[in-house]
T-cell receptor, first 112, second 117 residues
Framework: SQKIEQNSEALNIQEGKTATLTCNYT??????LQWYRQDPGRGPVFLLL?????KEKRKERLKVTFDTTLKQSLFHITASQPADSATYLC???????????FGKGTMLLVSP | GAVVSQHPSWVICKSGTSVKIECRSL??????MFWYRQFPKQSLMLMAT?????????EQGVEKDKFLINHASLTLSTLTVTSAHPEDSSFYIC?????????????FGPGTRLTVT
C-alpha cells in the first residue's frame, strides 16, 4: 500500500526563520504530491501541487521540492510568521492520478 | 475560485437519530466528491468516494447502510449518518475534485463537527 509519512512531532521555530517540513513516501513515486494547510477545527486548504518531473515549485514564501531518489518532498516557508502556525499535510494519489491519501500532518508553531 | 461549502458547520444530535450533512462546490462542477472523517490529532480518513449519478464507493470498514451518500448533481453531495451513536462523533469533511487536465486538485469544505449524545 502507498504510505505517506510526516514527522509527528511539532516543529517550533522563531519568527523570520525558514521552516522545513518533510514528507516521505513508500513504493513507487506518485505522479504528483500535494501540500495542504489545516487549522484547528477547519478543513484543509490546498497550497501547492508538484509534479513528478518538477524538482522545485514556488509560491510566494512557499517552496516545495520533490526528490524521487530519496522518495521525499520538502516543504519550506521562508520568513515565517506566527500566522503560519498550523498543521501541514502532505498527500499523494493512491495510484496514477487517483484519490489522495494523506499523511498525519506536521504541526508548525512559529513564535514571535 | 474552487470554493467548497459544507452545512451545517456543527451539529449535536441524540443517539438513534439521523443527521444529514451537505457539501457544495460553489464555483465549479465536481463529478467526484469525497467524504473524510478525522479524529483529534489524526489524519484524514477517507470514508467514501461519491460520483455524480452513480453509487458511492466506500472504503473498507465503512458501513454503507450507516453512512448514506447521495451525489445528485454536479455541485451537491450529501452524507447522512443514520441511527447515530456516540462513537460516530467526529469531524466530517467533504472534498470536491477539481480536474485540471490529468491533475486532480482537491478542495475541502470547512468541515462539520458532529456530536452524538
Amino acid at each position: 500500500s502507498q504510505k505517506i509519512e510526516q514527522n509527528s512531532e511539532a516543529l517550533n521555530i522563531q519568527e523570520g526563520k525558514t521552516a522545513t517540513l518533510t514528507c516521505n513516501y513508500t513504493n513507487y513515486s506518485p505522479a504528483y504530491l500535494q501540500w495542504y494547510r489545516q487549522d484547528p477545527g477547519r478543513g484543509p486548504v490546498f497550497l501547492l501541487l508538484i509534479r513528478e518531473n518538477e524538482k522545485e515549485k514556488r509560491k510566494e514564501r512557499l517552496k516545495v521540492t520533490f526528490d524521487t531518489t530519496l522518495k521525499q518532498s520538502l516543504f519550506h516557508i521562508t520568513a515565517s510568521q506566527p500566522a503560519d502556525s498550523a498543521t501541514y499535510l502532505c498527500a499523494r494519489p493512491y495510484s496514477g492520478y487517483s484519490t489522495l491519501t494523506f499523511g498525519k500532518g506536521t504541526m508548525l508553531l512559529v513564535s514571535p | 475560485g474552487a470554493v467548497v461549502s459544507q452545512h451545517p458547520s456543527w451539529v449535536i444530535c441524540k443517539s438513534g437519530t439521523s443527521v444529514k450533512i451537505e457539501c457544495r462546490s460553489l464555483d465549479f462542477q465536481a463529478t467526484t466528491m469525497f467524504w473524510y472523517r478525522q479524529f483529534p490529532k489524526q489524519s484524514l480518513m477517507l470514508m467514501a468516494t461519491s460520483n455524480e449519478g452513480s453509487k458511492a464507493t466506500y472504503e473498507q470498514g465503512v458501513e454503507k447502510d450507516k453512512f448514506l451518500i447521495n451525489h445528485a448533481s454536479l455541485t451537491l453531495s450529501t452524507l447522512t449518518v443514520t441511527s447515530a451513536h456516540p462513537e460516530d462523533s467526529s469531524f466530517y469533511i467533504c472534498s470536491a475534485r477539481y480536474e485540471a487536465g490529468k491533475l486532480y486538485e482537491q478542495y475541502f469544505g470547512p468541515g462539520t463537527r458532529l456530536t452524538v449524545t
